[in-house]
């Protein structure tokens, strides 16, 4: 499971607390400013735009999150 693979390394156990933390960054990466940056960054390169991450992130995040409120 994910959330067990984000716990080894940390050294904590695969709770609710924990998955929190990664819920918390996925969201951060998946966010409209971030999908922003990379447009532009793309403009700036000349690479045609990225595909936006924002569904497979919020897929994830509602996941982590089904899961701490269990």
């Known amino acids: 499971m994910f959330t ?3 716990a080894d390394p ?3 156990p ?3 607390g924990l998955r929190r933390r990664p ?5 951060t990466l998946g966010g409209p ?3 922003r940056y ?13 595909g936006s991450p924002a569904p497979v992130f919020g897929w994830s995040v509602e996941a982590l ?5 269990r």
Do not use: I, M, T
């Open 23 to 27: 819920a918390a960054r996925l969201e």
């Open 14 to 16: 695969d709770d609710a």
């Open 38 to 50: 990379l447009r532009l960054f793309a403009v700036v390169n000349g690479w045609s735009a990225p």
């Open 33 to 35: 400013r971030r999908e």
């Open 10 to 12: 940390f050294g904590r």
């Open 4 to 6: 067990a693979h984000y």
């Open 65 to 69: 999150r089904a899961r701490v409120r």
